[in-house]
């Protein structure tokens, strides 16, 4: 669930995605109708997490192997495998946020979470391991990560727990868990999902889901969770917001109502968007992770 603008679908040509590829979907004219618009080479292995590079050439993705390719996306050819010699999962990718002015050694900065509990920080062009950063002993398992917006700081999802650390020094600046006691309790499992939401105004709010069925709103102030809507089973990088920070965008591990679309003010569903193409012949057990 990664966004990016995509132009028109095209005309309809296989309906199944090869074993391990990513597809990129555009919504159609009328009612929410995605169709492939790219579908990249294999990348070897189940895709827990997709995501767009900021200014859209690339698609970095990360599976079961513990390898991260790297996709163009006008080609969906590989352009390069970052992590080469881990094998824990790689369970979210996400990349740091560019301003304008960027210099060429400061761009392309990809971050992934892993099983072994922590966080690993890459130079993509130069597939240079930068940081390896947590402390495993005290998180033991990472299935996810994001950045703020700004970029001055990371969370990252664990066993219940979320971890936020500061991007400058790679410290841990602090831990949020449990709830309010009064709306939520927090999460009961394993955190899968997490995303600064992208509207301006809003820079103490974080965003879970997981396997317990929930997506919790996180005060960073309070350091728990204030708030959840129940439905969505999330068991990878399957959690997104709209710029405008009134939709939530979620994807389940389900065979129905897999991808939906949440008010994020109120919680109810507004739309369950079908996201195989009527008629399709493709496995009814092939899942969403991300």
Known sequence: LSRRHVG??????????????????????????????????PCGSQAFSVRFSPDGAFLAA????????????????????????????????CWRPESDGASL???GILVGASTDGKLRQWHTTS????????????????FCVDYSPDGSCLVAGGLQELWVFDEETKQMRSK???????????????????R??????????VLSGGWDNTVQFWDLRAGHAVRLIHGPHLCGDALDTHPGGKLLLTGSWREEDSLELWDVGSGRRVQTVPWRPAGSAQDRRCLLFS
Request: hydrophobic letters at 35%; glycine letters at 14%.
């Open 196 to 205: 600064f939401p992208r509207t301006l105004g809003e820079p103490n709010v």
């Open 176 to 194: 949020l868990t449990g709830g309010d006691s009064t709306t939520t309790a927090g999460h009961c499992s394993r955190v899968q999902a997490v």
């Open 105 to 107: 050694r400061t761009r």
């Open 127 to 142: 597939a240079r391991l930068l940081h390896e950063f947590g402390n495993p002993e005290e998180i033991g398992q990472l």
């Open 8 to 41: 028109p679908a095209p005309g309809p040509r296989g309906h199944g995605l090869p074993g391990g590829a990513i597809g990129l979907a555009s919504p159609g004219a009328v009612a929410m109708q995605l169709a492939p618009a790219l579908v990249t080479e």
């Open 62 to 93: 990360s599976g079961a192997q513990g390898k991260v390719c790297v996709f163009n996306v006008s080609t969906g050819q590989e352009a390069y495998r970052l992590n080469r010699n881990e094998t824990h999962p790689v369970k979210q990718v």
